[in-house]
């Protein structure tokens, strides 16, 4: 019998999980003296390491103490808690991450809620006890209310603290800064005396089910998940207990073990073991995998439903192809239900007789990576602006409603205050200390679309926001999720010129710079009223022979605002798209010329 131990690390964005299993796994001796490895090492894809957050779940192993204890690095962010529900069916424990400044957030009370509800064993973890500003004791009597306010039971409510600065690979069981020590023992301790055993049956018959996916060209769908019960080999022949109750039978082609980074072909498992296996290429999560003639389900899992959706669509703007290789309508279909191989989250759907598709995810951030993903690939598309996916309830129209919460200087909270007002949010708490205010809010989803571009102005950058998906309440007002400000439409194809920027730039926020090349319908700026104008953006100095020389050097323009994807999808309005190339991205109107728009306005 194995001495194993399965666990989970949860916390809200940001506050340390995936360098903490990265110092983990360091000071566990688990890597070779010289082996070279970089930092947040279990974030592997490059959209992870450039805004330093975990999109999928990633598994990891490390041996302490003659013990082999698993690991799962989650997704903070509430688009991806999907994961974080169907991984605590693979855990007996988890690390709750909490910043030793913030405390408790959002997303801390949604992992956690995950987790009790599950009935999984919590350690609690404060990081970041180096900051200046930590304030570890304060921190722990709120990571305690919130246990009481989400009902955990006694035992969970008797967790085990320990202190750590994961970048600094310091930790101990005491808050005080100066008892810290160069090793993460006392948390690896902590796992060995709290965290239970897996309750295995290794002489029952074989139980494994898919709480991920992962998928690869050779073999197909890969499902990861926790051998319950019994014991398996490759080449077995197995049966598979499907979704909707029918059984198919299929041999274990390959599978996986997890140590340090590296995924290993193993030849057999046994109950408590995390494993990948393949040779079903369409298994699903929450599918129970039995021995031949034992055929004995698991209870399904459940998985989240998506709550917004877009319109993606082959590119048909007039620069379609320039910047792109891969433009096709098949080759974007492909690349879609590619994407729903291994994320259960999302959902494709072909609209008949165009080149568009419904992809329904979890959120913003969500749909958002998979665009960025597609455009590196060297994808061209066109996305419309999210909607919320409403749902009919007991004969009443619902949407999706958000717990948002803001942290802002107390200078600002009037402005934020107003705003949230006018898109239909109701203040559930408000509480002020030090100059910050911490406030928070029941949204409806659409009514955070297009919010954060507001919010960062109204706070001049100082102010944090998260949310998380709450509920389906009935539809609030119609006034939420549109601009209020109408769009500058360029009239004609060409370089933009510093001259033309000059003229139109009293009439609002210009988004491009001299010498961008523009299409007409393209959107080159915000008009400073509620009504789209279109303007020529190309138009060049008409030069008489006495004044030549001036040319265009003279004007000094204003600094166009700066985009980011998400920022742009927020921004634009239902009659307008995003076209997406491997350059970067323009926003445009649907209707390029003016009189299609009329026509469109009229119908």
Known sequence: MKNIRNIAIIAHVDHGKTTLVDKLLHMSGTFRENEQVDERVMDSNAIEKERGITILAKTTAIDYK????????TPGHADFGGEVERIMNMVDGVLLVVDAYEGTMPQTRFVLKKALAAGVTPIVVVNKIDKPTARPKEVVDEVLDLFIELDADIEQLEFPVAYCSAINGTSSLDPDINTQENTMDPILDLILEYIPAPKTEIDGSLQFQPALLDYNDFVGR???????????KVNQMVSCVRLDGSIKQFRIQKMFGYFGLKRIEITEAEAGDIIAIAG?????????????????????????????????????????????????????????????????????????????????????????????????????????KPEVIKKEIDGVMCEPFEELQI??????????????????????????????????????????IGFSTDFMTLTKGYGMLSHTYKEYRPLAGNTVGERKLGALVSMENGKATAYALGQIEDRGVMFIEPGTEVYEGMIVGEHNHDNDIVVNVVKGKNLTNT?????????????????????????????????????????????????????????
């Not at 001036?550 to 239902?574: C, M, Q, W």
Request: hydrophobic letters at 35%; glycine letters at 10%; aromatic letters at 6%.
């Open 66 to 73: 003659g013990t082999r204890i698993n690991i799962l690095d």
């Open 280 to 384: 079903l290429p369409d298994i699903e999560v929450g599918e129970t995998v039995c021995e031949i003639g034992k055929e004995e389900a698991l209870p399904k899992l459940h998985i989240d439903e998506p709550t917004l959706q877009m319109t993606f669509g082959t590119n048909t703007s007039p620069f379609v192809g320039r910047e792109g290789k891969l433009l096709t309508a098949s080759k974007i279909e492909e690349r879609l239900f590619k994407e729903t191989e291994r994320d259960v989250s999302l959902k494709v759907v072909r609209n008949e007789g165009t080149e568009t598709w419904t992809v329904s995810g979890r959120g913003e951030l969500h749909l958002s990576i998979l665009i960025e993903n597609m455009r590196r690939e060297g994808f061209e598309l066109q996305v419309s």
């Open 407 to 448: 942290d802002c200087p107390d200078e600002y909270v009037g402005g934020v205050i107003e705003v949230l007002g006018k898109r239909e949010a109701i203040m559930e708490h408000m509480g002020s200390s030090n100059g910050q205010t911490r406030i928070v809010y029941t949204i409806p989803s659409r009514g955070l």
């Open 222 to 232: 890969i499902g990861i998940g926790r051998v319950k019960r019994g014991n398996v």
């Open 547 to 603: 004044r030549s020389a001036g040319k265009d050097h003279t004007v000094v323009l204003k600094r166009p605002r700066v985009f980011s994807l998400e920022l742009a999808l927020d921004y634009i309005n239902s009659d307008e798209l995003v076209e997406v190339t491997p350059a970067g991205f323009r926003m445009r109107k649907k209707y390029l010329t003016e009189q299609e728009r009329k026509k469109y306005r009229k119908n």
